[in-house]
């Protein structure tokens, strides 16, 4: 007698025709708090400060109703979430996302194989955990979000969303239109596929409206909270002549509003007392006065930024892109 397979939660919802609602924004929120450094983005407080992620996971859920540390830092990340997500009756999610290794068409294989090895690890770790699903986001190029795809579906079964990024030219960076990726995606069989990070709601609703008149899976959608323009359609090329000098081509990209309180903090007018914003904006006025506060080891490090950074670990596919983004 075969025994039944158990049901999954996720793929459950999405066959009643339910609207999930994910968020995300988590490295962004926990550098605003002064528990992340930007420019490497690597979220050591998931081990140092577990009871803030925690927080942050509850917080979310309230609002919606390094590498020699790698595998620490995945399953404790993943206790986390899985803590809040049996508390609170929702879907607990793994997560992989683009690996800045891929380099395109002419890669080598042991490039490919690389990053194989990584998402296979990671999703391992997820399963191991119990997910729901997993998410794979943030790429750039349709080729590596197909491998993502496959090791999620074929090496470890799991309900898998696809989400990619499209740049200021319409286009993944490996040259495909947003129809023909999700297409391809949706071919390779994601269960969920669509567009996070990067676009703005004005510059990535066109692209939902476009898709959804020819993919049949669900869609997802996650844009970041800025104000995009046709003109300037992703964050990453909104500009601002007000920035002071030594900013990345007058870009507000994680600069403007702690540079902007760094420089009233300067200022020779400025009060004897202050305060202003959130804990990452003080941070950047005690830091203009002189002063280290503990929080001071995770101010901004645009250095290892992947494509606006200087490190010499970086990869050129990536930083000659930085004007595309």
Same mark, same amino acid.
Request: charged residues 25%.
């Given at each position: ?13 999405? %066959? ?20 992340? %450094? ?10 140092? !400060?577990? %009871? ?7 917080? $979310? ?10 595998? #620490? ?48 690890? #990671? ?9 729901? $699903? ?10 590596? =979000? &197909? ?40 071919? =390779? ?30 869609? =997802? ?6 104000? +995009? ?28 509003? +702690? ?14 007392? %202050?305060?202003?914003?959130?804990? !990452? ?26 494509? $606006?950074?200087?490190?010499?670990? &970086? ?11």
């Amino acid at each position: 007698m075969e025994c039944a397979q158990p049901r999954n939660r996720f793929l459950e919802r999405l %066959q009643r025709g339910e609207s999930i609602v994910c968020a995300e924004g988590y490295v962004f929120e926990l550098e605003r708090r002064g528990y992340l %450094q930007a420019g490497p983005f690597v979220p050591l407080c998931v081990l140092e !400060h577990p %009871q803030v992620v925690r927080q942050l996971h509850l917080d $979310f859920l309230r609002l919606v109703g390094k590498e020699d540390a790698l595998e #620490q830092l995945n399953l404790a990340a993943l206790r986390i979430a899985k803590e809040v997500a049996d508390e609170t009756g929702t879907l607990f999610a793994g997560n992989i996302c683009n690996s800045n290794l891929w380099e395109g068409k002419d890669q080598s294989a042991e490039v490919t194989e690389s990053v194989r090895e990584m998402f296979v690890e #990671q999703v391992k770790w997820a399963k191991q955990a119990g997910v729901d $699903f997993v998410i794979a986001e943030t790429f750039g190029f349709l080729g590596e =979000a &197909l491998l993502a795809n496959e090791v999620i579906k074929e090496e470890f079964d799991l309900p898998s969303v696809v989400t990619i990024v499209i740049h200021q030219d319409g286009k993944t960076r490996d040259g495909y239109s947003a129809v023909e990726a999700l297409l391809a995606l949706e071919k =390779a069989g994601a269960d969920v596929v669509g567009f996070n990070c990067y676009r703005g709601p004005a510059t990535m609703l066109p692209l939902i409206e476009s898709v959804a008149k020819v993919i049949k899976t669900p869609l =997802a959608a996650l844009p970041v909270p800025y104000r +995009t323009t046709e003109q300037e359609p992703t964050f990453f090329c909104l500009k601002d002549d007000q920035l002071p000098k030594g900013t990345v081509n007058g870009r507000p990209f994680r600069w403007r509003s +702690t540079a902007s309180c760094a420089r009233a903090s300067r200022s020779p007018s400025s009060p004897s007392v %202050q305060g202003a914003g959130r804990p !990452h904006h003080i941070r950047s006025m005690a830091e203009a006065l002189g002063r280290q506060p503990p929080a001071s080891r995770f101010s901004p490090d645009i250095s290892k930024h992947f494509a $606006f950074g200087t490190n010499a670990i &970086l990869k050129p596919v990536n930083l000659d892109h930085k004007d595309k983004l």
